[in-house]
C-alpha cells in the first residue's frame, strides 16, 4: 500500500473552494466523457448518517479503460476495467473510494480531504492519522504554478504564471514566495490511500496511479485557479443546476463518437 499526503494550496478561501471544487469537477468530468467512454452519474444526492453528519453523496462510475496501462489491459477482460466511486461530501471534509468490480477488495483508491481556511499548508497532521499511517505516508506540496506539468496536459490559458482574474484581481501567480504571501488563502489536504492486491504487478501499479494522482491534482488545480473568473460569484444551487445539466450532457457524449481528452476529474 502507499499513503500519500497531498497539500494544495489555493488562492481563494475555503468557502469559495467548495463551489469551485464542483465548478471544476464538473467542467473536468466533460473533457473526459466521449467516444463511449468517460463518467457516468449514478447518483448525486444529500444524504445524512446516523451520527448526524450530512452532506452530497455521489456514485459514479468511471470507464476509461483506453487509460489503463497496457500491461493491466492485457490481462483484464473486456469490461471488467470500469472504475467504481462513491463520495461523501460533508464539506469541509470528504471522503472518496474507488473501486474496480472485477478485482473486489484486491483494489482501492481512498481519498479523505479536509479543506483550511488560512492555511498554507504548514499542517502536519491535518487529518489526524494514525502514528503508523504516518511513518509510512509521503507529503507532497503541490504548487500550482512552478511545479512542471506534463506537456501533453499544458495550455497557455491554464497557466496560473500567466492567468488574471478579472473579477477577483487575482493573479497572474509570478511571485516565487506567492504561497507564503497570496491572500486569500486555503489548503486542500489529501490523503490518498492506494493499494494495488496482484502478484507481480503490485508495485508497478501501485507507483503508476500514485504517479496519476500526483499530475491529476496539479492539472486540477491549475483549472480551478483559471477558471476563477468562471465560477466566482456562483452559489451551491447554481452548482448543482450546472451538475444536472452536465449529467445529462455526459450521457450525450458517452455515447457518441468522439473521443475523450485528458484525465479523469478527481475526487472531491
Not at 157 to 174: F, I, N, Q, V
Amino acid at each position: 500500500m502507499i499513503i500519500q499526503e497531498f497539500r494544495v494550496v489555493n488562492n481563494c478561501t475555503e468557502e469559495e473552494y467548495q463551489v469551485a471544487q464542483l465548478y471544476a469537477t464538473a467542467q473536468a468530468s466533460k473533457e473526459n466523457t466521449g467516444g463511449g467512454e468517460g463518467v457516468e452519474v449514478l447518483k448525486n444526492e444529500p444524504y445524512e448518517k446516523e451520527d448526524g453528519e450530512k452532506g452530497q453523496y455521489t456514485y459514479k462510475i468511471f470507464r476509461l479503460a483506453s487509460r489503463v496501462p497496457s500491461f493491466v489491459r492485457a490481462i483484464a477482460p473486456a469490461g471488467s476495467l470500469d472504475m467504481y466511486e462513491e463520495a461523501w461530501n460533508a464539506y469541509p471534509r470528504c471522503k472518496t473510494v474507488l473501486r474496480n468490480g472485477w478485482m473486489k477488495d484486491a483494489f482501492s483508491i481512498v481519498y479523505e480531504t479536509l479543506h483550511v481556511d488560512g492555511s498554507r499548508g504548514e499542517l502536519n497532521n491535518a487529518l489526524k492519522i494514525s502514528e503508523a499511517d504516518l511513518k509510512k505516508r509521503e507529503v507532497i506540496l503541490i504548487d500550482v504554478a512552478n511545479d512542471k506539468v506534463d506537456s501533453k496536459d499544458y495550455k497557455s490559458e491554464e497557466d496560473p504564471k500567466l492567468y488574471h482574474s478579472e473579477k477577483t484581481g487575482r493573479g497572474p501567480l509570478t511571485d516565487p514566495q506567492w504561497i507564503k504571501k497570496v491572500e486569500p488563502v486555503m489548503t486542500c489536504y489529501k490523503l490518498v490511500y492506494i493499494e494495488f492486491k496482484w502478484f507481480g504487478l503490485q508495485s508497478r501499479v501501485e507507483s503508476f496511479i500514485a504517479k496519476t494522482v500526483h499530475n491529476l491534482f496539479l492539472k486540477f488545480h491549475r483549472q480551478l485557479f483559471c477558471w476563477t473568473d468562471s465560477w466566482y460569484g456562483m452559489s451551491i444551487q447554481d452548482i448543482r443546476d450546472l451538475e444536472a445539466k452536465t449529467k445529462e450532457d455526459l450521457d450525450k457524449k458517452r455515447q457518441d463518437g468522439s473521443a475523450a481528452e485528458g484525465t479523469t476529474a478527481p475526487a472531491e
